[in-house]
């Protein structure tokens, strides 16, 4: 398509603003082009932070000499059909503005050879001033060369930060970009250093670009996402929620395939794993939504980073529910890193992994395995096999020999071997071996079956034998009291007792031999937070957690083997097993390779 002025009245509804802040703002608007130029091979060098250089080479289908004047002229696009329709954006440009905007501030060069010609051809301008079109060398594509960036403007080069983190930014933006295109090749160095380089990434979802990007554990245990709502379509890759990590700077949202940070999604991203990872604490992902561009506008912001959604709601609703059922989907599964973390923590020296996961109480003294307790009162071995539940946690050394028949059923967490420091459970899966936390686990599913009683009205409410009193000073009983009924309705039956204490009465049965004091203490603690207006059957998956937390099984108590596996069967049936409310993992896995390499066997 030629180039071609915008009639006055498309440029006045043309976002305004500079789109040019920063070299990474020169970068993304130079790789936009040569996107939407088609190239499937981009070159991007910078020197110093990008202040005295960036330059950008693309394979793409150039532009013809007599154009290359137009190329610079403010509001001369070839992108925009010509009904001159904003609403129906399907280029990355649009308005015509990024070129002369940095023609305008710096010291600019083109180098072009359209397809089928035969020669390229060069157009220089500086601080605005276009000097002749002239023959040039060049096989094919187009090359931007950028100089001495706001050398014309005193006050913006104030602006920049330190080439450093000029060269983050622009790092980051180059990622972004490559997220989006996996099929096209990137190249970027760094004053003659090489930052990065992105192979076209042809297999399925742009999986092994994103693995490049937001790193292998990540893409190792991410879950696919592909979901349609009326024509609007989310696909990409969702973090297990051990993955999480402390700012939502992982979670990379496109739209057509365009870079944007939007409230809307990362409000809908935390909805969807609302009880699964800690506040404060984020999931990563990659998320992809193709939908008509005439149901989302681009045009709200100079440099198109927000968008706004026709259905707003549909939007939110696609992704909140695709993420939920990919999330249940993922069941018992942990993150594989935190694996890698425990077995880092069994090398000598060696690391916990991903930042993200729990530092694992693995260590081992010294040594290398596990210490259990033998009771005095251990069966004999064989009767173990037989009885249907004995009160004993016993010797996995000694099972050994019982193994082969266990190992051929698809029980996915395994067997329960033993119960260490009172706390862990090991458990021998077909291919390695499983240690699970007592206490997050039970927690997660009391957690899960609280919901779900709560979803259908079902709470069981049990009456304390001795009803608990607790002392609480008089702000905690008014807020308990203000929201009595609620609690009634989750389980907790409270009354006020003379000054300065309360009474439980009933308590949510599934909590079994709940601490009830701190219980109601936290309960009074997360109401200070939660403030007045809010209904708890809102906050019910806060309140839930906070119930759970103070569920039976805690760590120290010991545990018979029929109550082991029947928490690691409740565990494969219970959505979200993989990690407590805190986004903690319920359990870690060594397979027998890991466990074999530990010992150099293999
Ligand atoms: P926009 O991208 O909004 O159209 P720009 O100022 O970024 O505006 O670019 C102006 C025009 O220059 C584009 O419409 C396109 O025709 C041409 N152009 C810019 N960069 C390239 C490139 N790398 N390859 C081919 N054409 C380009
Ligand atoms: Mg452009």
Do not use: W
């Amino acid at each position: 398509m030629t180039i071609r002025l915008l009639p006055e009245g498309v440029v006045n509804r043309i976002a305004a603003g500079e789109v040019i802040e920063r070299p990474a703002s020169v970068v993304k608007e130079l790789v936009e082009n040569a996107l939407d130029a088609g190239a499937t091979r981009i070159e991007i060098a910078v020197e110093d932070g990008g202040r005295a250089l960036v330059r950008v080479s693309d394979d793409g289908e150039g532009i013809a000499a007599e154009e290359l004047p137009l190329a610079l002229a403010r509001h001369a696009t070839s992108k925009l059909a010509d009904d001159d329709d904003l609403l129906a954006i399907h280029s990355l440009g649009f308005r015509g503005e990024a070129l002369p905007s940095i023609a305008a501030v710096s010291r600019l060069a083109i180098v072009s050879r359209r397809k089928g010609a035969d020669t390229a051809f060069e157009i220089v301008v500086e601080a605005g001033a276009m000097g002749s079109v002239r023959p040039a060398a060049r096989a094919r594509g187009t090359e931007l060369i950028v100089r001495d960036l706001f050398f014309a403007t005193p006050a913006r080069l104030k602006f920049l930060k330190s080439a450093r983190s000029e060269m983050l930014a622009i790092g980051e933006m180059v990622d972004r970009l490559a997220m989006a295109n996996p099929l096209v090749g990137f190249v970027l160095t760094a004053d003659g250093r090489l930052a990065r380089r992105f192979e076209p990434d042809l297999g399925p979802g742009g999986l092994a670009r994103l693995a490049a990007i937001m790193g292998r554990p990540f893409a190792d245990n991410a879950l696919a996402i592909d979901a349609e709502r009326e024509g609007i379509r989310l696909t990409g890759f969702a973090g297990v929620p051990t993955e999480h990590r402390a700012s939502a700077q992982h979670q990379y949202l496109f739209v057509n395939r365009r870079p944007v940070r939007d409230r809307l999604v990362h409000g809908a991203v935390r909805a969807a794993y609302q009880d699964l990872v800690a506040g404060g604490r984020h999931p990563m992902l990659a998320l992809f939504l193709e939908l008509d561009p005439h149901e989302v506008d681009v045009n709200v912001h100079p440099t198109k980073a927000e968008v706004r959604f026709r259905d707003a709601g549909l939007v939110r609703g696609l992704i909140i529910g695709a993420l939920k059922v990919a999330l249940a989907g993922a069941g018992h599964r942990a993150s594989s890193s935190v694996s890698s973390a425990a077995l880092g923590a069994f090398r000598p020296g060696g690391d916990h992994g991903s930042g993200g996961s729990r530092q694992l109480p693995l260590a081992p003294h010294g040594g290398g395995g596990f210490s259990y307790e033998r009771p005095s009162s251990m069966p004999p071995r064989g009767l173990a096999e037989s009885a249907a539940s004995f009160q004993a946690p016993y010797d996995a050394a000694r099972d050994n020999a019982a193994d082969a028949d266990e190992n051929s059923d698809a029980a996915p967490l395994g067997h329960a071997r033993a119960q260490v420091h009172g706390t862990y459970i090991v458990a021998q899966t077909t291919d390695g071996l499983i240690i699970v936390d007592q206490h997050a686990a039970h927690e997660r599913i009391v957690f899960e079956r609280m919901k779900a009683a709560l979803g259908d009205g079902s709470v069981k409410r049990q009456m304390l034998l001795v009803p608990e009193i607790v002392e609480l000073d008089e702000a905690a009983i008014e807020r308990l009291m203000e929201r009595g009924g609620e609690l009634a309705e989750l389980g907790l039956v409270i009354e006020r007792f003379g000054s300065g204490a309360m009474i439980v009465r009933e308590v949510p049965a599934l909590l079994g031999q709940a601490d009830v004091k701190s219980l109601v203490r936290d309960l009074a603690d997360e109401l200070a937070e939660l403030g007045h207006a809010v209904a708890l059957k809102e906050k019910l998956g806060e309140i839930c957690a906070t119930l759970a937390c103070h569920s039976s099984i805690r760590a120290g108590r010991r545990l018979s083997a029929a109550e082991m596996d029947a928490l690691l069967r409740q565990m494969e049936s219970t959505p979200h097993a993989g990690q407590c409310n805190h986004g903690r993992p319920t359990y870690v896995e060594l397979k027998l390779a890991d466990i074999e390499r530990l010992f150099g066997r293999r």
